[in-house]
Protein backbone atom coordinates (compact mmCIF):
# COMPACT_ATOMS: atom_id res chain seq x y z
CA UNK A 1 0.00 0.00 0.00
CA UNK A 2 1.04 3.18 -0.88
CA UNK A 3 1.59 5.42 2.39
CA UNK A 4 0.83 9.29 2.80
CA UNK A 5 3.41 9.84 5.56
CA UNK A 6 6.91 9.91 4.21
CA UNK A 7 9.70 9.79 7.00
CA UNK A 8 13.22 10.31 6.80
CA UNK A 9 16.25 11.31 9.70
CA UNK A 10 18.88 13.56 9.79
CA UNK A 11 20.71 12.60 12.81
CA UNK A 12 18.95 12.57 15.02
CA UNK A 13 16.31 14.79 14.28
CA UNK A 14 12.89 12.88 12.18
CA UNK A 15 11.48 14.73 9.05
CA UNK A 16 7.87 13.82 8.85
CA UNK A 17 6.42 14.79 5.21
CA UNK A 18 2.33 14.47 4.26
CA UNK A 19 2.74 13.39 1.23
CA UNK A 20 -0.57 13.86 -0.59
CA UNK A 21 0.48 16.89 -3.11
CA UNK A 22 -2.07 15.58 -5.39
CA UNK A 23 -5.27 16.91 -3.05
CA UNK A 24 -2.77 19.60 -0.85
CA UNK A 25 -2.11 17.11 1.59
CA UNK A 26 -5.39 16.53 2.77
CA UNK A 27 -5.91 14.18 5.46
CA UNK A 28 -7.70 10.46 5.28
CA UNK A 29 -7.97 7.94 8.01
CA UNK A 30 -4.73 6.35 6.96
CA UNK A 31 -3.25 9.39 6.83
CA UNK A 32 -3.85 10.51 10.11
CA UNK A 33 -3.68 6.31 11.10
CA UNK A 34 0.75 6.85 9.69
CA UNK A 35 0.75 10.35 11.21
CA UNK A 36 0.23 8.95 14.97
CA UNK A 37 2.09 5.65 14.35
CA UNK A 38 5.45 7.88 13.49
CA UNK A 39 5.00 10.00 16.21
CA UNK A 40 4.19 7.36 19.04
CA UNK A 41 7.19 5.53 17.89
CA UNK A 42 10.18 7.61 16.73
CA UNK A 43 13.17 7.57 18.27
CA UNK A 44 14.48 11.42 17.55
CA UNK A 45 15.00 13.74 19.51
CA UNK A 46 13.26 16.32 17.84
CA UNK A 47 10.31 16.05 14.75
CA UNK A 48 10.06 18.70 11.79
CA UNK A 49 6.96 18.24 10.35
CA UNK A 50 5.88 19.54 6.78
CA UNK A 51 4.22 18.90 3.48
CA UNK A 52 4.96 17.77 -0.15
CA UNK A 53 5.04 20.32 -2.02
CA UNK A 54 3.47 23.39 -1.94
CA UNK A 55 0.55 22.99 0.81
CA UNK A 56 0.96 22.40 4.53
CA UNK A 57 -2.39 20.36 4.76
CA UNK A 58 -5.37 21.74 3.58
CA UNK A 59 -7.36 19.85 6.87
CA UNK A 60 -9.59 16.52 6.12
CA UNK A 61 -10.41 14.90 2.54
CA UNK A 62 -13.61 15.95 2.30
CA UNK A 63 -14.59 13.30 0.29
CA UNK A 64 -13.44 10.88 2.48
CA UNK A 65 -14.19 11.86 6.41
CA UNK A 66 -17.00 14.70 6.43
CA UNK A 67 -19.54 13.94 3.23
CA UNK A 68 -21.07 11.06 5.18
CA UNK A 69 -23.53 13.94 6.67
CA UNK A 70 -24.31 14.85 3.13
CA UNK A 71 -24.88 11.60 1.58
CA UNK A 72 -25.57 8.87 4.37
CA UNK A 73 -25.53 8.56 8.16
CA UNK A 74 -23.57 11.09 9.88
CA UNK A 75 -19.91 10.02 11.61
CA UNK A 76 -20.72 9.47 15.26
CA UNK A 77 -17.34 10.03 16.67
CA UNK A 78 -16.05 7.89 19.90
CA UNK A 79 -15.78 10.56 22.92
CA UNK A 80 -12.01 10.85 23.08
CA UNK A 81 -9.44 13.11 21.97
CA UNK A 82 -8.58 12.22 18.03
CA UNK A 83 -5.60 9.98 18.42
CA UNK A 84 -3.27 11.89 16.01
CA UNK A 85 -4.10 14.78 18.71
CA UNK A 86 -3.23 12.53 21.75
CA UNK A 87 0.05 11.46 19.93
CA UNK A 88 1.46 14.50 19.26
CA UNK A 89 0.17 16.06 22.43
CA UNK A 90 1.78 13.38 24.79
CA UNK A 91 5.17 13.15 23.41
CA UNK A 92 7.88 14.12 24.95
CA UNK A 93 10.04 14.71 21.54
CA UNK A 94 9.84 18.36 20.89
CA UNK A 95 7.89 19.11 17.30
CA UNK A 96 8.44 21.74 15.18
CA UNK A 97 6.27 22.34 12.22
CA UNK A 98 7.52 24.27 8.80
CA UNK A 99 4.90 25.33 7.35
CA UNK A 100 5.20 25.12 3.33
CA UNK A 101 2.01 26.50 2.17
CA UNK A 102 -1.83 26.67 3.21
CA UNK A 103 -2.64 25.34 6.54
CA UNK A 104 -6.17 25.21 6.88
CA UNK A 105 -8.77 22.94 8.81
CA UNK A 106 -6.96 20.04 10.74
CA UNK A 107 -3.99 21.53 8.79
CA UNK A 108 -3.73 24.52 11.38
CA UNK A 109 -4.89 22.50 14.09
CA UNK A 110 -1.60 20.37 13.20
CA UNK A 111 0.33 23.53 13.03
CA UNK A 112 -0.82 24.54 16.71
CA UNK A 113 -0.20 20.97 18.03
CA UNK A 114 3.79 21.17 17.25
CA UNK A 115 5.69 23.18 19.94
CA UNK A 116 7.59 25.97 17.00
CA UNK A 117 5.90 27.09 13.97
CA UNK A 118 7.81 28.40 11.12
CA UNK A 119 6.44 29.88 8.18
CA UNK A 120 7.62 30.36 4.57
CA UNK A 121 6.02 33.58 3.14
CA UNK A 122 3.36 31.57 1.00
CA UNK A 123 1.76 30.05 3.98
CA UNK A 124 -2.07 30.67 5.31
CA UNK A 125 -3.72 29.54 8.11
CA UNK A 126 -7.53 29.27 8.79
CA UNK A 127 -9.89 27.60 11.30
CA UNK A 128 -12.54 26.84 8.61
CA UNK A 129 -14.33 24.30 10.40
CA UNK A 130 -17.07 26.43 11.41
CA UNK A 131 -17.66 26.69 7.52
CA UNK A 132 -18.46 23.20 7.31
CA UNK A 133 -20.68 23.55 10.28
CA UNK A 134 -18.29 22.15 12.73
CA UNK A 135 -16.39 23.04 15.39
CA UNK A 136 -12.43 23.15 15.55
CA UNK A 137 -10.76 20.12 17.00
CA UNK A 138 -8.58 20.33 20.81
CA UNK A 139 -5.50 22.89 19.37
CA UNK A 140 -7.82 25.29 18.11
CA UNK A 141 -9.79 25.40 21.69
CA UNK A 142 -6.86 24.64 23.57
CA UNK A 143 -3.53 25.99 21.91
CA UNK A 144 -5.06 28.94 20.06
CA UNK A 145 -5.71 31.15 22.42
CA UNK A 146 -2.24 30.62 24.25
CA UNK A 147 -0.72 31.83 21.34
CA UNK A 148 -2.44 34.72 19.80
CA UNK A 149 -4.69 35.53 23.10
CA UNK A 150 -8.43 34.89 23.68
CA UNK A 151 -9.92 38.13 21.38
CA UNK A 152 -7.62 37.15 18.68
CA UNK A 153 -8.40 33.36 18.87
CA UNK A 154 -12.45 33.88 18.93
CA UNK A 155 -12.22 35.42 15.88
CA UNK A 156 -10.49 33.20 14.24
CA UNK A 157 -12.57 30.73 15.16
CA UNK A 158 -16.00 32.23 14.84
CA UNK A 159 -15.26 34.20 11.26
CA UNK A 160 -12.86 30.85 9.66
CA UNK A 161 -10.87 33.87 8.29
CA UNK A 162 -7.82 32.55 6.14
CA UNK A 163 -4.68 35.04 7.77
CA UNK A 164 -1.18 35.05 5.59
CA UNK A 165 2.28 34.08 7.39
CA UNK A 166 3.16 37.94 7.73
CA UNK A 167 -0.09 38.89 9.86
CA UNK A 168 0.27 35.07 11.59
CA UNK A 169 3.70 36.17 12.67
CA UNK A 170 2.83 39.62 13.60
CA UNK A 171 -0.18 38.31 15.92
CA UNK A 172 2.00 35.11 17.52
CA UNK A 173 0.77 32.51 15.64
CA UNK A 174 4.20 31.60 14.13
CA UNK A 175 7.40 32.35 15.47
CA UNK A 176 9.28 33.24 12.59
CA UNK A 177 8.87 33.73 8.44
CA UNK A 178 11.19 32.73 6.35
CA UNK A 179 12.04 32.68 2.29
CA UNK A 180 10.03 29.75 0.93
CA UNK A 181 13.33 27.88 -0.10
CA UNK A 182 14.71 28.68 3.51
CA UNK A 183 11.68 26.81 5.37
CA UNK A 184 13.00 23.37 5.44
CA UNK A 185 17.52 24.24 6.16
CA UNK A 186 15.68 26.81 8.93
CA UNK A 187 13.02 24.21 10.43
CA UNK A 188 16.11 21.83 10.40
CA UNK A 189 18.52 24.09 12.04
CA UNK A 190 16.39 24.64 14.93
CA UNK A 191 15.22 21.40 15.28
CA UNK A 192 19.20 20.39 15.33
CA UNK A 193 20.04 22.84 17.99
CA UNK A 194 17.44 21.39 20.23
CA UNK A 195 18.45 17.56 19.39
CA UNK A 196 22.37 19.03 20.54
CA UNK A 197 21.08 18.95 23.85
CA UNK A 198 20.84 16.62 26.47
CA UNK A 199 17.47 14.66 25.61
CA UNK A 200 16.28 13.84 28.84
CA UNK A 201 16.40 17.64 29.78
CA UNK A 202 14.42 18.51 27.06
CA UNK A 203 11.73 15.80 27.67
CA UNK A 204 11.19 17.32 31.44
CA UNK A 205 11.15 20.90 29.74
CA UNK A 206 7.97 19.71 27.12
CA UNK A 207 5.99 17.92 30.52
CA UNK A 208 6.98 21.02 32.69
CA UNK A 209 5.16 22.82 30.07
CA UNK A 210 2.18 20.41 29.82
CA UNK A 211 1.70 20.82 33.70
CA UNK A 212 1.92 24.51 33.76
CA UNK A 213 -0.07 25.38 31.00
CA UNK A 214 -2.17 22.94 28.81
CA UNK A 215 -6.00 21.84 29.57
CA UNK A 216 -7.07 18.10 30.33
CA UNK A 217 -6.71 17.53 26.61
CA UNK A 218 -8.60 13.72 26.99
CA UNK A 219 -11.61 15.48 28.89
CA UNK A 220 -11.37 18.10 26.17
CA UNK A 221 -11.27 15.83 22.92
CA UNK A 222 -14.39 13.73 24.55
CA UNK A 223 -16.26 17.55 24.76
CA UNK A 224 -14.99 17.99 21.34
CA UNK A 225 -15.96 14.37 19.72
CA UNK A 226 -19.07 14.00 21.39
CA UNK A 227 -19.61 18.25 20.30
CA UNK A 228 -18.81 17.06 16.22
CA UNK A 229 -20.92 13.95 16.85
CA UNK A 230 -23.83 16.23 17.16
CA UNK A 231 -23.09 19.01 14.30
CA UNK A 232 -22.81 16.32 11.76
CA UNK A 233 -26.28 15.86 11.77
CA UNK A 234 -27.43 18.97 10.85
CA UNK A 235 -28.82 20.95 8.05
CA UNK A 236 -25.83 23.28 8.30
CA UNK A 237 -23.26 20.88 8.48
CA UNK A 238 -24.29 19.07 5.08
CA UNK A 239 -25.14 22.58 3.35
CA UNK A 240 -20.99 23.54 4.37
CA UNK A 241 -20.17 20.29 2.72
CA UNK A 242 -22.37 20.68 -0.27
CA UNK A 243 -21.74 23.93 -1.01
CA UNK A 244 -17.78 23.40 -1.10
CA UNK A 245 -17.88 20.45 -3.19
CA UNK A 246 -20.30 22.73 -5.31
CA UNK A 247 -17.88 25.94 -5.06
CA UNK A 248 -20.75 28.30 -3.95
CA UNK A 249 -22.22 30.42 -1.03
CA UNK A 250 -23.68 28.44 1.27
CA UNK A 251 -26.90 29.27 2.74
CA UNK A 252 -27.12 28.21 6.61
CA UNK A 253 -30.41 28.23 8.58
CA UNK A 254 -29.48 27.59 11.68
CA UNK A 255 -30.40 23.67 12.12
Given amino acids: MERDVRYET ?45 SFCSGDDVRELMSGGADGEAPRPEP ?22 PAVGWGMELALLADLRVAARRAKFGELFVKRGLCSDVAGIGRLAQLVGRERAAELLFTGEVIDAERAERIGLVGRVVDDDRLLPEALELAHRIAANPP ?28 LGELFTTEDHREGVRSFLEKREPRYVGR
Fill in 10 to 54: DGHVGIVTLDRPQVHNALRRQTYDELTELVRTTEARALVVTGEGR
Fill in 80 to 101: RITPAAGALLDTDVPVIAAVNG
Fill in 200 to 227: LAVAALKRGLRRALDPDWNDLGAWVSTT
